[in-house]
């Protein structure tokens, strides 16, 4: 079982709608929760991160942290074409240390 | 000012060859981080540089693959006697006090 567990999709939404993402984990020691945006062949890029359970939100986008559940969610708001990309979930047992990726959920978001 | 630059972007060889990829981190910054990802797959943590410490090498997956660092600049990655299943992007990440920032990865194709 890998440590971290993302549907890759692709996830195909119509502009204006709410992206939902999530990931699963093992790990009971992941404390800090990473999401990153990659657009194709770019690197990585870090979108929000949350330390420990609860909610965060910046503009349009919300994550969540359950970890009695070990579930982590993206929300995205109105989507826009920009948002076309792949999200990859990253947790970690220290902060900003090694991260754990899952393995990236496409999301394409049709005018 | 510049983000981390890798070299070359794109590197075609014969199995069995001998590659070297470049990574050229943020100007301070301590730590540096490099990762493969595999096509339709997350990055997969390969080795760890902070400043002086020895480097965390848990995740190079053979002893074909090698990385050096000096001092708080360039980092090369090496891997000896390429296999098919070495193809991939392999990114370069670099991270002061937080966030990891990341270039824009060398995709090697071993034909």
């Known amino acids: 079982q890998k440590e971290v567990e993302q549907d890759p999709g692709p996830l195909s939404v119509p502009e204006g709608a709410i992206v939902s993402l999530n990931c699963t984990y093992s790990?009971?020691?992941?404390?800090?929760f990473m999401w990153y945006r990659q657009y194709s062949r770019k690197g990585p890029e870090l979108l929000m991160y949350t330390y420990s359970s609860g909610n965060k939100e910046d503009g349009r986008f919300t994550a969540q942290v359950d970890k009695s559940s070990k579930y982590i969610s993206l929300f995205i708001r109105d989507s826009q074409p920009s948002d076309s990309a792949t999200y990859l979930c990253?947790?970690?047992?220290?902060?900003?240390?090694?991260?754990?990726f899952g393995a990236g959920t496409q999301v394409v978001v049709t005018p | 000012g510049a983000g981390v630059s890798q070299s070359p972007s794109n590197k075609v060889t014969e199995k069995g060859k001998d590659v070297e990829l470049r990574c050229d981190p943020i100007?301070?910054?301590?730590?540096l981080y490099w990762y493969r990802q595999r096509l339709g797959q997350g990055l997969e943590f390969l080795i760890y540089f902070q400043g002086n410490s020895a480097p965390d090498k848990s995740g190079l997956p053979s002893d074909r693959f090698s990385a050096e660092r000096t001092g708080e600049s360039v980092s090369t990655l090496t891997i000896q006697r390429t296999q098919q299943e070495d193809s991939a992007v392999y990114l370069c990440a670099s991270r002061g006090a937080n966030e990891q920032f990341f270039g824009p990865g060398t995709r090697l194709t071993v034909l």
């Open positions: 990253a947790p970690s047992v220290g902060s900003w240390g090694k991260l754990q």
């Open positions: 790990n009971s020691a992941f404390q800090y």
């Open positions: 100007s301070g910054h301590t730590a």
